[in-house]
């Protein structure tokens, strides 16, 4: 298997300490910089879509595979894949994050929601399908 990024992410965000658990927590506002090789994936993204971006949590520990749900000792155990722990065997993120902006040269999008790091690995991009289109 082999994955590679296609774009990383840009965020005032530097200390997973002090990070936003989710990105509707008050995550600040970040830009995803896309390679230059996959602009033409970009066409038709907007201001106001909405995204599901799947980052690699290059930070993370893969050797979890129990936690405290959000990383609070009084919440009892459990098992990893039933949390969002950034800690896991494959740390894939999981964003919904809406398009404030897409920059004049196309390879950068403005997007709110984001939690993740400064300099986090970008692996793929697909839109929220609403239940009209589906």
Not at 57 to 66: G, M, Q, T, W, Y
Not at 72 to 99: C, K, M, W, Y
């Given at each position: 298997?082999?994955?590679?990024?296609?774009?990383?992410?840009?965020?005032?965000?530097?200390?997973?300490?002090?990070?936003?658990?989710?990105?509707?927590?008050?995550?600040?506002?970040?830009?995803?910089?896309?390679?230059?090789?996959?602009r033409a994936?970009?066409?038709?993204?907007?201001?106001?879509?909405?995204?599901?971006?799947?980052?690699?949590?290059?930070?993370?520990?893969?050797d979890?595979?129990?936690?405290?749900?959000?990383?609070?000792?009084?919440?009892?155990?459990?098992?990893?894949?039933?949390?969002?722990?950034?800690?896991?065997?494959?740390?894939?993120?999981?964003?919904?994050?809406?398009?404030?902006?897409?920059?004049?040269?196309?390879?950068?999008?403005?997007?709110?929601?984001?939690?993740?790091?400064?300099g986090?690995?970008?692996?793929?991009v697909?839109?929220?399908?609403?239940?009209?289109?589906?």
């Amino acid at each position: 298997m082999e994955l590679q990024a296609i774009a990383t992410v840009a965020s005032p965000l530097t200390d997973r300490a002090t990070a936003p658990k989710q990105g509707d927590e008050g995550s600040p506002d970040a830009w995803l910089v896309f390679e230059p090789g996959v602009r033409a994936g970009l066409d038709g993204i907007r201001a106001g879509d909405e995204l599901l971006v799947l980052t690699w949590l290059h930070r993370a520990r893969r050797d979890v595979l129990r936690v405290h749900p959000r990383s609070d000792p009084a919440n009892p155990e459990q098992g990893v894949f039933n949390t969002r722990s950034p800690d896991r065997p494959n740390p894939i993120g999981l964003h919904r994050v809406r398009v404030a902006s897409v920059d004049a040269d196309g390879r950068r999008l403005l997007v709110r929601d984001l939690e993740a790091l400064d300099g986090t690995p970008v692996v793929d991009v697909k839109p929220v399908i609403s239940p009209a289109e589906r």
